[in-house]
Structures are given as C-alpha cells and as structure tokens.
C-alpha cells in the first residue's frame, strides 16, 4: 500500500518535472513576451498625449474627481499590502519548503482542518471586503447624492455619433465639443450640473481631471456634477465604443472666470451675425441640405442633427477635436468629411470649388 502511494507520487512528479521544463521552453517564454507587450502597450497608450496634455486621475482638479482620487490611493495601498503580504509569505514558502534531493520524491505531512487558519482566512478577507465597501459607499454617495445649489449651473449634453451637443437651457445657449463652464470659488461655489443623454447610442462622458466617469444612454436621464477650482483647459474623451469614429470624441471643457464666462454667454447668446459681403456663401448654405442638419440662428436653418454652427469660429476645433478649426480645414471638412473623420455622419456634399470657397467664406464670418 504504502509502496503503491509512494510510486503513484513519484509518477506524479514526474508528470510534473515535465510540466515544469514545458513551461520554462515555451509557456514561460510566452508569458514573459505577453507580459512584456502589455508593459510596451501601457507605456504607449500612457505617453499618448490627447491634444498634447495627458489627463491623470490623479490629478484631480474638482471635488468629485478629488474624491475618485483619495479613494482610488485608499483601495491601492490596501491591495498593495495585500499583495506584498501574500507574495512575501509565497516566495518565503516556494524558497524554504522547495524540493530538495533528501526528499527523495516523498509528498510532505498533509495537515487537515485547521480552525485557527480557516477562521483567519475567512474572517480576515470578510474584514476587508466590508471595509472596502463601506468607503465605496461613502465616496459614491458623496458624489451622487450631492444636493444640486440653487445657483448652480445647468447644461444638457446630448451624446451624438460621432460629436457632443451642449445646451444650457436657462442661458439660451447651444453649442458643441468645447464645453464652456465657469470656476467655482471654493469660497462661493458655483458648481455645474450636467445632465446627460443620448441621441443614439450609448456614449460615457470622462474628463478624469473633473469628475468620473458617466455613461449617455438613449432613453435615460443621466446627472454628474464638477466644481474646478482654477480656470483652466481640461481634455477628455467619449469612454464608451460608440461607433467607427468613437475615439474621434474629443471633449475640451474651458474652465474660465466668471467675467469670462459670462462674456462667453453673451456672445453665444446673440444671433449669427449678417454680412452682406458673404451672402452668396449664406444663400447656398439656406438652399442645400446643411440646413436640414445644421442650425444657425438668426437664419432659416434649424437642423438638429449636427452641431449648431451659429459661433461656429467660436470653437477652436471641429468635429469634435479631430482637426484645428482653419479655413483649409473646414473647407476639406465640407469637402470630404470622411478625409477628416472617416466614418462621420455628415455626407460629403458634391459642391462646385466656387460654391465651396463662397460657403467656407460665410462659415469664416460666424463668430
Ligand atoms: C445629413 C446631415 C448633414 C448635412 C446634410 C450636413 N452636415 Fe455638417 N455635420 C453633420 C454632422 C453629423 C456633423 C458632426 C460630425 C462629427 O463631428 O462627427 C457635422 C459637422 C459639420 C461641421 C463641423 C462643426 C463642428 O463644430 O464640429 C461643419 C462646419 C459642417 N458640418 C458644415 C456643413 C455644411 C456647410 C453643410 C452643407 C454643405 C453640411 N454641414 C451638411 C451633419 C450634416
Ligand atoms: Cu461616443
């Protein structure tokens, strides 16, 4: 009996002697090149600017980002221990009870049922999980819960394919892609409150240093709310695959001084201007399909299915950050979208050279 066990142990060794050498030629090998690529791919998508500034999480300039960020530094240092722990008691086991010639084969003395450390690995990891839950809690329901003031801001956001729709509905503004909001003295708050929905598809709303991250879903009223600190730039990007040109979503959210800001509105607020030296462009923008797509006000266009283009020279980009907002830009933009952003759901119109230059000469005068 005791002959037989000791064989069938040896086989079993053996077994796994052979497994073992298996796994240091090939699988070893391809563990270390996959783990390897995935460092290469991190490293590159970490040093892949967005519009030349990488946005951190932990770099957070707002109160809900601020408590994304303590939270997330909370939960890493407790699995960082977690992991120093287990992995120092591992290594210590894997050096000191290795195999050694003396063994000659044999399995060491099983232990069965011990309390102590069945009630230590249960208890323990249970203390955590609670732990770990309890302060998520805390951090959404901060964030969630947060009563919106009266002064507050309100801005709607429509997530399109492939651009954001921004309307703030008490300043009779709309626009889109670069989100204009003003600071918020800790000192006098002025927080803005978004709510988000969606005109197609699922999309996720994420600019990491401002808040987190929230999804636009056709059909749901979705809310989050940011107060940045300082006026500032911030970049961010739709979170959420939505389509061929998802990654083409660019967010730019302006943080300016109030003076800033409400100079900003102001200017939104008014009509296109009117400039007679650029009526040619205007009359074959209000007498080809644009202006069932494209809303300018103060015209006769007032398509909903594309970006407002009232202050369109306002924005510094176009379709959503894909190019710089230039006159050989956005001519290539009405030209051929798809040499832009290809993929995008504004056709290429078929215009004559001339009709496009009067039509790029029109579009030029919205400020
Ligand atoms: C079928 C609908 C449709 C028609 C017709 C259309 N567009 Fe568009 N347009 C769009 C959509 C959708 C976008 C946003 C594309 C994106 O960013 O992915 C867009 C974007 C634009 C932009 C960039 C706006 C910005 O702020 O990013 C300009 C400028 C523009 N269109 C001009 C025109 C002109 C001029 C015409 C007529 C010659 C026209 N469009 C016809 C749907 C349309
Ligand atoms: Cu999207």
Known sequence: ?????????????????????????????????????????????????????????????STPAKSIDHFSLFVLSVTGLIFLVVFTLLIFAVVKYRMRPADAGREPTQVYGSTQIELAWTVIPILIVVVLFLATARVIHSVEDAPEPAHALDVTVIGHQFWWEFRYPRLGVVTANELHIPVSDPANPRPTFLTLLSADTDHSFWVP?????????????????????????????????????????????????????????????????????????????????????????????DGRFGPDLTHLMSRRTIASGAAENTKANLRLWIQQPDA????????????????????????????
């Open 209 to 301: 240093q401002l808040a987190g991250k929230t999804d636009l879903i056709p059909n749901r009223v979705n809310h989050m709310w940011m107060d940045p600190y300082q006026a500032e730039v911030f970049v961010g990007q739709c979170a959420q695959y939505c389509g061929t040109q998802h990654a083409k979503m660019l967010l730019t959210v302006y943080v300016d001084n109030p003076s800033d800001f409400d100079a900003w509105v102001r200017a939104q607020q008014q009509t296109a201007v009117r400039d007679d030296s650029v009526a040619a462009g205007q009359r074959i923008f209000e007498s080809t399909a644009c202006i069932n797509c494209h809303a300018i006000r103060g015209t006769a266009a």
């Open 340 to 367: 832009i952003k290809p993929g995008s759901l504004m056709p290429a119109m078929q215009l004559s050279n001339a009709d496009l230059d009067a039509l790029v000469d029109y579009l030029e005068t919205l400020r």
């Open 1 to 61: 009996m005791l002959r037989r066990s000791g064989r069938r142990s040896q086989l079993n060794t053996a077994r796994h002697n052979s497994l073992l050498s298996t796994l240091r030629g090939s699988g070893l090998r391809a563990l270390l090149l996959g783990i390897g690529l995935f460092l290469a791919a991190a490293l590159c998508f970490a040093s892949q600017p967005i519009d030349g500034r990488v946005p951190s999480i932990f770099d957070p300039h």
